[in-house]
């Protein structure tokens, strides 16, 4: 996992949030059905979001959660920041300190490729770009595979026509 799990939960609570229509909101326990967040971690990420003037917040009737900015003005690197990412490390994977190119590690190169594409998808994607791909949103924020197993199985689909050669 390249991302902390904090980081992933931030960018599905903002995806939901980017899908909202104008002026609605969402309270902890909606956010989190819908981004499949745990329940109580809800409030730790979006007190962060929150401090960080990406989300903004009201109590009360009709209160919730909502973005405090068009979803094209904030970037994934935005939200990695608000939750303690920091991109910008400069460690060495193999942890030996900091690489540099006088004197790389062994992986150096191919750590630097992943790290300057990670780096460029942070800071050019946006919320908008989660908006225009709903059915992308909803497999990003979807349950982990994991959390399927309890599902009762599929029943096989039963042919509609008389078999054939093909069948």
């Known amino acids: 996992m390249i991302l902390p799990q904090t980081a992933i939960y931030a960018l599905r609570a903002m995806a939901s949030l980017a899908n909202l229509g104008p002026g609605e909101s969402l309270r902890s326990q909606e956010l989190a059905l819908r981004a499949h967040l745990p329940a109580h971690y809800v409030s730790k990420v979006m007190r962060r979001l929150v401090v960080a003037k990406l989300v903004s917040s009201q109590k009360g ?30 460690r060495c994977i193999l942890d030996s300190g900091e690489c540099a190119h006088q004197e790389p590690c062994v ?61």
């Open 61 to 90: 009737h009709g209160g919730g959660f909502r973005l405090s900015k068009a979803p094209s003005a904030i970037t994934f690197s935005q939200i990695l920041q608000a939750v303690d990412v920091e991109l910008d490390q400069g």
């Open 107 to 167: 992986l150096h190169d191919s750590w630097s490729r992943l790290h300057e594409a990670i780096h460029a998808w942070a800071n050019t994607s946006t919320l908008s770009d989660m908006r225009r791909a709903p059915a992308m949103v909803a497999a990003a924020i979807a349950p982990p595979a994991e959390s399927l197993v309890d599902m009762p199985p599929v029943e096989p689909a039963v042919p509609t026509h008389p078999p054939t050669e093909l069948d």
